[in-house]
């Protein structure tokens, strides 16, 4: 397989989650089908935003949170029940919007795959892009 155009640096890592391949996960080439890795790192995203009590729709300030890019680099298969770690780490923030960057890995620390998504805070009663909130930030450059 061809090297990821996806640079993670392991300097800006803000999460970490931990899940398992499961049998839904797997398609019929006997591995982690690619919309599955989607939902692994959608999973991911949500629980890092979780855990600071941010959502992607937080209607209490009319801020939305969508995806306008969504990157992926398979490096290598995973398995039926194989332990996958899910790395975030920040990438460019820029007035409305921001980078996260995912670093996939097995239980034997084999790389899996490398992701990117670009995520724009908007208005949700303008629907219009917005400079990200003071909240995100902080979190975005733990």
Do not use: W
Request: hydrophobic share 40%; proline share 2%; aromatic share 8%.
């Amino acid at each position: 397989m061809s090297k990821s155009k996806i640079e993670f640096d392991s300097k800006n890592i803000i999460f970490e989650f931990k899940t398992r391949v499961r049998i839904d996960d797997i398609n019929y080439g006997n591995h982690l089908g690619h919309d599955k890795l989607i939902s692994i790192i959608h999973d991911s995203r949500m629980n890092y935003f979780n855990r600071h009590e941010i959502s992607e729709l937080m209607p209490n300030i009319s801020l939305g949170i969508i995806i306008v890019n969504l990157n992926i680099d398979y490096i290598s298969q995973a398995k039926f029940n194989d332990f996958l770690s899910v790395h975030i780490a920040s990438g460019d923030i820029k007035n409305s919007s921001f980078e996260l960057l995912y670093k996939i890995t097995n239980s034997d620390g084999i790389l899996v795959g490398l992701c990117s998504t670009t995520m724009v805070c908007f208005d949700t009663n303008r629907k219009k892009p917005v400079k990200i909130p003071d909240i995100i930030l902080e979190i975005l450059k733990k």
